[in-house]
T-cell receptor, first 110, second 110 residues
């Protein structure tokens, strides 16, 4: 039982490049979330999903897209990376009363 | 949109002193969750409060949810060095959308 697994853990992108962050959970959770965390700040919700095949916008969705084709996976895409997207990205999943976070992906856009 | 304010931003205490962080939402919440994040780590779920006026205890930690379901607090009695980290509250709506406070960073002087 691995919980919530994020790949990759680190990535450096050049401005304008694209990439996909993968989140996988093995707990059969319905809800999944993508957050970004900037230094000294809390987590800001980018997109979330309440079930397979559904997605919704969070606080800061611009510049990101997501897909939830399978219940266990939640993908976060950056089509054209910008320096403002340099951040630590956390994926989370929940069912009922507990939420579990992945270890995070540290993304730097230069 | 929904806003969650958390105070104080930082708290420095002597080991053995008490610590409290407060969370206030601009809207009525479905539930509120508390997390702890160690430096360089990921948020770890502590507890979820659902009922108006709810009080829950975990050893030296006491969590409260306000009667109006718009505010919450976390109180730590007799802090220890293992309590250091940033404590976040997150308010959830009925639609499953979450908003995190900016966190309170606790440092404990031995």
């Amino acid at each position: 039982n691995a919980g919530v697994t994020q790949t990759p853990k680190f990535r450096v992108l050049k401005t304008g490049q694209s990439m996909t962050l993968l989140c996988a959970q093995d707990m059969n959770h319905e809800y999944m979330y993508w957050y970004r965390q900037d230094p000294g700040m809390g987590l800001r919700l980018i997109h979330y999903s309440v079930g397979e095949g559904t997605t919704a916008k969070g606080e800061v969705p611009d510049g990101y897209n997501v897909s939830r084709l399978k219940k266990q996976n939640f993908l976060l895409g950056l089509e054209s990376a910008a320096p403002s997207q340099t951040s630590v990205y956390f994926c989370a999943s929940s069912k009922g009363r507990m939420t579990f976070f992945g270890q995070g992906t540290r993304l730097t856009v230069v | 949109g929904q806003q969650v304010m958390q105070i104080p931003q930082y708290q420095h205490v002597q080991e053995g002193e008490d610590f409290t962080t407060y969370c206030n939402s601009s809207t009525t919440l479905s539930n509120i969750q508390w997390y702890k994040q160690r430096p360089g780590g990921h948020p770890v779920f502590l507890i979820q409060l659902v009922k108006s006026g709810e009080v829950k205890k975990q050893k030296r930690l006491t969590f409260q949810f306000g009667e109006a379901k718009k505010n919450s607090s976390l109180h730590i009695t007799a802090t220890q060095t293992t309590d250091v980290g940033t404590y976040f509250c997150a308010g959830y709506t009925n639609a499953g959308k979450s908003t995190f406070g900016d966190g309170t960073t606790l440092t404990v002087k031995p």
